[in-house]
């Protein structure tokens, strides 16, 4: 974190100069999320192709100095980043496109992109001599934080609705956490999580709240450009909830464009599901957000009421980018899409970038000849339920050879 | 495959020279497992440490002079292999070892070891012409065949008894799996399988037959010797079913012995579940495998047939290592043991390898001085039900704080 100069305030624009002891602007309160800053003119002259080319450590840390993390305990983390950027076999044909890529960050230790925050997280709780890290979640972003911690000898107190099923949670309780499930809604976990932050002192990891955990995500970017040799697509499609990954994903291509390794910022497009859709409908309607009803499969971008929209709305209007929903039906097809063409098992909310990108070339707003990187933010073996109530299902066949030749033969099927 | 040079059948010693059309020794039938031979002296020219320094591929293709599958095709595959090889943070303390390592191969794409094989097997079915490939398995295998696959545009027919949770097909179904579900047990998935694969010529994935599949998981040794720069470990645990693996870790260390990269081949701990346990009891009766009973909650190693004995034996035989057994009590604390302690989340039968470890270092079959690398075969995504029936629980609370502080006390939790 060499190259960190200072803090702003996404509402009144305040500058903070490190170390500062605070989540957000003391000036705004909670609304006032903090961006991070660096010096882009002594990084061009350090961060140039050839540093990356000569760099063998292949994990998000990398990017260490374009980060604002400490170098500390970096070697002894879990494997975060560097996940395959997949070119596209069969989809970009099927779909008459120039050029798609993919983005599996399913492969993630815990299974989802929350790990690149988790792990950042982490280490600045120890930066901060914090031995419990706590938020509030039901899903990628506490068992990435619980797995990430217990890698490094920390506790983590994880406070979830008392609807969150036992098998989401099974992972959590796997690394060890101490899972508080709080009677009554999200609400009331959060506002639990946020009194017990406060009078124990832990270390928060609410993404909404904590500038650090964007400075974690943006290394996705990074790795998109990097795997096709800074040579970036026109267009990043990503799932978005609480709105901290695009705002991530944003701030990775703004850094790279500013040192000068890239040559623009690609447009990014941001999709949400129809049942649950604030960003979508506040830039429609050039308006603030409003909360809305969390209807959706995808779990993972249920969020009703993003506690960070400003700089989410900010990736795609200043990338040129767009927003687009997509229904629950137009996801799990996807999701069978992403397995049967290129065997990639993403979860609804990260089938759900797929399902964005096919509605965007319907609408034109994403044109066939683009080249184009669709982020795969989960794991499916995160929510096998979702195929489940999908509807596909074996075939039942009594063992007998003949009536296997007659199934195949109806199907398609016994090619050699 | 350039070095190939030979197959040779472990009953009866005949030896055949590429390419042969037939899975196994056409002399012994389907018991005549074969073995893959290379030119270790040509081998010993070209693969030093250098060559291994300059490869910048990071997958288990970085390995291809070593393997028989030809190089066409191989950038098109999913990214298998190079999973992190963790130096033990917090386990090896607690157990007070000098030195344990963790490969989690639960981050390979599909989510176990199982994708080296699978990768291979595409790769060969495709030297081979053929566009459908089948295999018998309610597990790993079946799932990374059909995600290896996808990938490359084959189809996959995967036959599974009537018995198989709905819940374990997802991930085959999304990835677009023809699954068959074979009305009876095991057994008669595994005789139509054969008789659909003979009638229709598929490609073969039965690991037991097929011997490109042990020079596929292979590689997995490889990796653990490189990501220790060749300085291997004194052992190597892993968990046992169908014996394919363990043939695999011995045949890995072997060739690097063989061509004189390492100094030895590290003693194999083969740990298997002591309610499915054929191995153990024949190393320990000194006689042939009898089927047995498959009693464990470690579905991936309930194999009461392997079909494939005599390469398993020989891994642990020649390696000078041992056959133990594990409760399935001592492979679910070990699923929280390396959960809580080192952030990664295993499946009950890649817990299993950490339990085998944790019961021969109290039988003093492993020394507390020696270095031990642990193999984690598959990610615990995989099966989130056993840690429900462990009975784990989240702490149900009402939105109180002072009831949080109350239970952080008598939990020696609440540490800022």
């Known amino acids: 974190m060499e190259f960190l100069t200072h803090y702003s305030c996404t ?3 305040s500058e903070y100069t490190p170390p500062v002891d605070f989540y957000t602007c003391p000036k705004c309160g909670e609304k006032g999320i903090l961006d991070i800053h660096y010096d882009y003119e002594r990084l061009k002259k350090t961060l140039n192709k050839q540093y990356f080319a000569d760099n063998t450590d292949y994990s998000m840390w990398r990017y260490e100095p374009l980060m604002s993390v400490s170098k500390a305990h970096i070697d002894k983390t879990l494997r975060v980043g560097w996940t395959p950027h997949y070119k596209s076999n069969q989809l970009a044909k099927r779909l008459k496109m120039d050029a798609l ?3 599996d960050e399913g492969l993630n230790p815990t299974g989802s992109l929350k790990d690149r925050a988790s792990a950042v997280a982490v280490l600045k709780a120890m930066e901060n001599d914090n031995v419990t890290i706590a938020c509030s979640s039901t899903g990628n972003a506490a068992s990435s934080l619980a797995g990430n911690a217990a890698r490094m000898g920390l506790k983590t107190v994880i406070f979830v609705p008392e609807r969150a099923p036992i098998g989401k949670l099974a992972q959590l309780l796997a690394y060890g956490a101490d899972v508080i499930s709080v009677e009554g809604d999200y609400k009331a976990a959060f506002q639990l999580s946020k009194a017990a932050i406060d009078h124990f002192g832990w270390y928060n990891r609410n993404a909404a709240i904590n500038p650090h955990m964007v400075e974690g995500k943006k290394t996705v970017a990074y790795e998109i450009a990097e795997q096709l040799d800074f040579d970036v697509p026109d267009w ?3 799932s978005v909830g609480d709105g901290c990954t695009i705002a991530g994903v944003y701030k990775g291509f703004y850094d790279l464009f500013a040192i000068g390794i890239t040559d623009r910022i690609p447009k990014i497009l941001g999709v949400q599901s129809e049942g649950c859709a604030p960003f979508y409908e506040a830039a429609k309607e050039g ?8 209807n959706t499969i995808a779990d993972s971008i249920a969020v009703g009421i993003p506690r960070n929209p400003t700089k989410a709305l900010n990736a795609v209007k200043r990338s040129g980018g767009q927003w687009i929903t997509v229904t629950d039906e137009q996801i799990l097809e996807s999701i069978v899409l992403l397995g049967k063409e290129e065997g990639v098992f993403a979860e609804p909310a990260a089938a759900a970038s797929m399902a964005g990108l096919l509605e965007a070339l319907e609408q034109n707003v994403v044109s066939r000849r683009e080249r184009v990187s669709v982020i795969v933010t989960g794991n499916g ?5 979702s195929m489940e109530h999908y509807g596909i299902k074996p075939k039942r066949l009594k063992p007998d050879l003949d009536l296997l030749i007659e199934y195949m033969q109806n199907n398609e099927g016994g090619r050699t």
């Open 11 to 13: 509402l009144c624009g």
């Open 101 to 103: 890529y993919i983005k």
């Open 236 to 238: 990043v499609v990503v």
């Open 287 to 294: 308006r603030e957000l409003i909360e809305t009803d969390e």
């Open 381 to 385: 073996l995160k929510d096998t339920k």
